[in-house]
C-alpha cells in the first residue's frame, strides 16, 4: 500500500526540448543533477562536492516536474515522485517510514532522481512541534536530512525537491548538504509564453492566421500550465464548431475560458 504514494517511473518521456522558456533552469539543472551522475570523476578532480540536493521554487504550474523528469529522462535515470503532503497526510504516522522507504527503492532502481513536490508540506517554519501532528512532520523532515547525510555509500541517487511557497520553508533544509541549490521556475515571459504556446500545439492543425506572438502577448500572468489549458481549449471550441482546423478565434475564445476558470475558481487550472 505504501508504494502506491509514490510515482515510479523508468523513463519518464520528458525531454529539454518539451520545455518552454526556462533555458537558464535547465542549465542550471544539467550543472547540479545531470553532471554529477554522468560524470562524478570530474567532481572529484576537481576537488569538489556535487550539490547535495536542488530546490526548485516558483508559482504552480511553471514547469518543475518536468525539469525534473527531463533531467530523469536524460541520465537514464527512475524517476520517483512524491508530494510531501502525502508523506505526512496519506498514512499517518509513517511519514519516516515512508522516507525510509523512498530512499530503498532509489537504491535498487538506481541511478535514480528522487522528486518530492510540496516539500513545504515537510519542512515549514510555521510547525510548531508542541502538536503531535507537527512532531510527525518534523520526524518525517529529519529522517529525509539523515536519508541525504548519507548520500557517500547510497551511489547514484539525486534528490530534487520543489515548492510553491519559497517563503514558508524552514531555512534548516537550505543548509550546506542538504537542499543547497536553489533554482527560481518564474512564469514565463513574453518569450517563453510563446516558445510554450510552440510546445503545446506543435501537433495540432492551427490556421496560417493564428498569431501565436498575440496570444502570447495576450496571456501575461498565465503560467505554463494554464498555456497548456488554453491550448487545449482553443482545440475543444474548433471540435464543437465541427472544425478540424483551430483558428485565432479559437484561442480568443479559450483565453475567455482559461483566464475566467482562473478568477472564479481561485485555484490555478494546473
Ligand atoms: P506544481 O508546482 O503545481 O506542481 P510544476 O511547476 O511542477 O507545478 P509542471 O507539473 O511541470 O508544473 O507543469 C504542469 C504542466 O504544464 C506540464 O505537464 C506542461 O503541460 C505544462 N507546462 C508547465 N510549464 C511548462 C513549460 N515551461 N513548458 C512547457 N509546458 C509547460
Do not use: C, W
Given at each position: ?9 523508468a523513463s519518464?518521456g520528458v525531454?529539454?526540448e ?41 508559482p504552480?504550474g ?10 530523469a ?11 510531501g ?26 541511478p535514480?532522481?528522487?522528486f ?21 512532520v ?6 529525509l536530512?539523515?536519508?541525504?547525510d ?9 534528490v530534487i525537491?520543489a515548492t ?8 534548516a ?24 504556446l ?6 495540432m492543425?492551427i ?10 502577448d495576450m ?6 500550465a494554464e ?21 485565432m478565434?479559437d ?20
Open positions: 500500500a505504501r508504494a502506491q504514494a509514490m510515482e515510479v517511473d519518464p525531454t529539454y518539451d520545455i518552454g522558456g526556462l533555458e537558464h533552469q535547465i542549465r542550471e539543472v544539467r550543472e547540479a543533477v545531470e553532471q554529477p551522475l554522468l560524470d562524478p570523476d570530474q567532481f572529484t578532480e576537481v576537488g569538489i562536492e556535487p550539490p547535495a540536493g536542488v530546490l526548485l521554487h516558483g504552480p511553471t514547469g518543475k516536474t518536468m525539469l525534473a523528469k527531463a533531467v529522462n536524460e541520465t537514464d535515470a527512475t524517476f520517483i515522485k512524491m508530494a503532503s502525502e508523506l505526512v497526510q496519506k498514512f499517518i504516522g509513517e511519514g519516516a517510514r515512508l522516507v525510509r522507504d523512498l530512499f530503498e527503492l532509489a537504491g535498487e532502481r538506481e535514480a532522481i528522487i518530492i513536490d510540496e516539500i513545504d508540506a515537510i519542512a515549514s517554519k510555521r510547525t510548531d512541534s508542541k502538536t503531535s501532528g507537527d512532531a510527525e518534523q520526524r518525517t523532515m529529519m529522517q536530512l539523515s536519508e541525504m548519507g548520500f557517500d555509500d547510497r551511489g547514484e541517487i539525486r525537491a510553491n511557497r519559497f517563503d514558508m520553508l524552514d531555512r533544509i537550505l543548509r550546506p548538504g542538504r537542499f543547497d541549490r536553489l533554482i527560481e521556475v518564474p512564469e514565463p515571459e513574453l518569450e517563453g509564453r510563446k516558445r510554450i510552440e510546445i503545446h500545439t506543435g501537433e492543425p490556421d496560417d492566421a493564428v498569431d501565436l506572438e498575440a496570444v502570447a496571456t501575461e500572468g498565465f503560467s505554463g498555456l497548456a489549458s488554453l491550448s487545449t481549449e482553443a482545440g475543444m471550441f474548433a471540435i464543437r464548431d465541427g472544425r478540424t482546423t483551430v483558428e478565434q484561442f480568443e475564445d479559450a483565453y475567455g475560458k482559461v483566464s475566467h476558470e482562473d478568477d472564479t475558481s481561485g485555484t490555478p487550472v494546473a
